[in-house]
């Protein structure tokens, strides 16, 4: 069985070729994570299963079709004088999918929009202006958005980024029991591996037009990243987290670099 399917698939931006005969199947319940440099085409390969960019060449595909996919942005604050409500910020998720809403489906919208508020632990504060809610809460919000349509594939944008440690384990937690529970495929796109080193099934590591793809110990080796950034790059392991040297990345892509939590990463 396959949730996402990419064959051959290229994409580039005139002459530069960001990646290039990509295969890959994710299968229901499998948890890919998408990592790589700034500007090694992530956030790219999210908006070609997002329908939003065309592939140069080859095929894209959520085989459930586009109807079935959620996707959770990237934590940005949001602005305390947005007046919305945590609970219709979820349900936008919900009428994103539906049209024409009777008296029926306004009692379904109601107890899908709860289900989801409550998956995510979120109950608390779903009636409080989204303005006024911390960054973990309204990045909880988000995941209820993307999980009140009953998706079969999860997009996942660097959904961690400016979250404390404590909030990055509470929302990968969150998706990753959603993807035990109901079989859900997710395409999680991050700089950070720590925080879900054991939920990840698989690597699409991403460089300069190269990549790899494996499980974490095929892929988060000194030898692969190494022939993958062309110059020498150890991976250590230190007390159950990987730490990466030599990428030269401004914030390399398990965060060691430490543009977020520094001293956390070691
Ligand atoms: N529509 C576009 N036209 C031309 N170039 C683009 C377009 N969209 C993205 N790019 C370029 O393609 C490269 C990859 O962008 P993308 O956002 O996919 O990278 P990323 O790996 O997600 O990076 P980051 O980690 O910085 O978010 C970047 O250099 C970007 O400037």
């Known amino acids: 069985?396959?949730?996402?399917?990419?064959?051959?698939?290229?994409?580039?931006?005139?002459?530069?070729?960001?990646?290039?005969?990509?295969?890959?199947?994710?299968?229901?319940?499998?948890?890919?994570a998408v990592l790589g440099p700034n500007g090694s085409?992530?956030?790219?390969?999210?908006?070609?299963?997002?329908?939003?960019?065309r592939l140069t060449s080859g095929t894209a595909e959520i085989v459930g079709g586009r109807a079935s996919v959620g996707y959770v942005p990237q934590q940005k604050a949001i602005d305390e004088g947005v007046p919305l409500r945590g609970r219709d910020f979820v349900g936008l998720g919900w009428d994103g999918h539906r049209w024409g809403i009777g008296l029926r489906g306004r009692a379904a919208r109601r107890e899908a929009v709860d289900a989801?508020?409550?998956?995510?632990g979120a109950e608390q504060f779903a009636d409080a202006?989204?303005?006024?809610?911390?960054?973990?809460?309204?990045?909880?919000l988000r995941v209820a958005q993307a999980l009140v349509g009953d998706p079969a594939v999860l997009l996942?944008?660097?959904?961690?980024?400016s979250l404390d440690l404590a909030n990055q384990q509470v929302v990968a937690h969150l998706i990753d029991r959603r993807r035990r529970a109901h079989g859900t495929a997710v395409v999680f796109v991050t700089h950070e591996i720590n925080p879900i080193l054991p939920i990840v099934d698989r690597i699409v590591y991403l460089v300069d037009g190269k990549f790899r793809i494996g499980t974490t110990d095929e892929v988060m080796t000194s030898e692969v990243l190494s022939e993958l950034y062309d110059t020498?790059?150890?991976?250590?392991?230190?007390?159950g987290r990987l730490v990466v040297v030599g990428t030269g990345d401004a914030m390399d892509a398990l965060g060691a670099a430490g543009a977020h939590h520094p001293t956390e990463e070691i």
């Open 1 to 32: 069985m396959t949730a996402v399917r990419l064959q051959g698939a290229t994409l580039a931006y005139g002459e530069r070729v960001l990646w290039s005969d990509l295969d890959l199947e994710v299968a229901p319940g499998e948890f890919v």
């Open 41 to 53: 085409g992530k956030t790219s390969l999210l908006k070609v299963l997002l329908g939003q960019n």
């Open 116 to 120: 989801a508020i409550a998956s995510v």
């Open 129 to 140: 202006p989204l303005g006024q809610l911390s960054g973990g809460e309204q990045q909880r």
């Open 156 to 161: 996942c944008d660097e959904p961690l980024l």
């Open 232 to 239: 020498d790059v150890d991976v250590l392991r230190v007390r």
